[in-house]
Every structure is written in structure tokens, then in C-alpha cells.
């Protein structure tokens, strides 16, 4: 059965340094998303993204975030400079996009950790 | 805006006896509603999800939901828990009206226990 993969599982990182996340989506799915949990919350959408563009983005998703589909199987997100805050479980996730009642197949995770 | 509630932070139940996971949304349109599950070290897997087809939705494993309007629940249930069933289960709604762009608002997650 196809899945949604993530590198690196872990990731241990300054703070104020950039770091990108990287995820393969499901071969022929056109939605990505990415979630994040922070340790003890609620899993909370960063972002979501189609035809090379952003569709929708949460409050979260602010200018020290960028995604980008750089070829055509990778689909990744860059946190330019690390905040100790940032630190959280990152979720990839996509979808074909093809109903309304859509279901988002999800990643393993990166966990994140900025010291 | 969208909202879940999950009522339980924990549930224990013996194994051979019934999972109830409780859930409350708040949703300013026909919701979309899902199950998703969560093993240790593993992606969220979609257990079930709700598609106004019908109230009571069945999903894998065992487990299903029903879909109640009138007090904004979409519980999940099972009749006979089993030590795999151990993991932590998310109630999810969709930001907006359904769609593929929509982003996924999460409950905040019942981790269930299984006791031999």
C-alpha cells in the first residue's frame, strides 16, 4: 500500500539555524499538507498546497516558513530560522483531492528538537 | 470556525469489553468528520471518516461512529477491545466546507489503555 515517508525521522538543530523537513506525498495525490504537534497539544495545520502554490495557510505558518515542491516527488518545509518554540512533531500529509469528504494520508513524522 | 472536543484524555477498558472514545465538534458548516489513529512511532491512520451518507459510519478494525446532529457527537465505539487497539485516537473536523485544500482541525486526543 502506497505511504506517506518523511527524512529525517529525528532532527536536533540551533536555534537560529534552518532547517528543512523533506517528505515524499503519495505518487499520484495533488494536495500536500503539513501539520505540527507540540509536545502534550493538539496537532495544528501549518499549511496546505496544490498546483505549486499555497492554498491555505494557518496564523502558524509565518514568513520563517516556506514549502516548496522542488521536483516531482519531494514536497518540503523550510523554517528559515529556528525558534526554541518550533521544536514539535512535523507531520507531512496529502491527499488526491477528488472528493469533498477528502481523507489526508498522513506521514511518520519528524520530531524536531531546537536547543 | 471549527472546534473538537475530546471528552477523555485517557481511557482504560479490559480487553474483551467495549471502547467508547468520545467527541463533540463545533462546526459552522455541514461538517466532515474523521477517526484517526495513532501507534507509537507510527503516521496517523485514517480509521474512519463521516460522509453524510449515513449517521453510523463504519471504519477498519472493529470501529465505528455515529454521527449525531443534535448533540454535535461523533463518539467512537468498539464492541470487543483488543491489546492492539492501544494508541492514541484523534477526532478530526475540516477547517472549512470540505475540500481538498481544506486543512484538518484535531481534537487534542484520547489515548486508550488496554488492560489484559
Known amino acids: 500500500e502506497p505511504e506517506v515517508t518523511q527524512t529525517p525521522s529525528h532532527q536536533v538543530t540551533q536555534m537560529g539555524q534552518e532547517v528543512i523537513l523533506r517528505c515524499v506525498p503519495i505518487?499520484?495525490?495533488?494536495?500536500f499538507y503539513w501539520y505540527r504537534q507540540i509536545l502534550g497539544q493538539k496537532v495544528e495545520f501549518l499549511v496546505s498546497?496544490?498546483?505549486?502554490?499555497?492554498?491555505?495557510k494557518s496564523e502558524i505558518f509565518d514568513d520563517q516558513f516556506s514549502v516548496e515542491r522542488p521536483d516531482g516527488s519531494n514536497f518540503t518545509l523550510k523554517i528559515r530560522s529556528t525558534k526554541l518554540e518550533d521544536s514539535a512533531m512535523y507531520f507531512c500529509a496529502s491527499s488526491t483531492g477528488q472528493d469533498e469528504q477528502e481523507t489526508q494520508y498522513f506521514g511518520p513524522g519528524t520530531r524536531l528538537l531546537v536547543l | 470556525a471549527q472546534s473538537v472536543t475530546q471528552l477523555d484524555s485517557h481511557v482504560s477498558v479490559s480487553e474483551g469489553t467495549p471502547v467508547l472514545l468520545r467527541c463533540n465538534y463545533s462546526?459552522?458548516?455541514?461538517?466532515?468528520l474523521f477517526w484517526y489513529v495513532q501507534h507509537p512511532n507510527k503516521g496517523l491512520q485514517l480509521l474512519l471518516k463521516?460522509?453524510?451518507?449515513?449517521?453510523l459510519v463504519k471504519g477498519i478494525n472493529g470501529f465505528e461512529a455515529e454521527f449525531k446532529k443534535s448533540e454535535t457527537s461523533f463518539h467512537l465505539t468498539k464492541p470487543s477491545a483488543h491489546m492492539s487497539d492501544a494508541a492514541e485516537y484523534f477526532c478530526?473536523?475540516?477547517?472549512?466546507?470540505?475540500?481538498?485544500?481544506?486543512?484538518?482541525?484535531f481534537g487534542k486526543g484520547t489515548h486508550l489503555i488496554i488492560q489484559p
Open positions: 505518487s499520484n495525490h495533488l494536495y
Open positions: 478530526v473536523v475540516t477547517r472549512y466546507s470540505g475540500g481538498g485544500a481544506d486543512g484538518l482541525t
Open positions: 462546526s459552522s458548516y455541514s461538517p466532515s
Open positions: 463521516y460522509t453524510s451518507a449515513a449517521t
Open positions: 498546497f496544490y498546483n505549486n502554490e499555497i492554498s491555505e
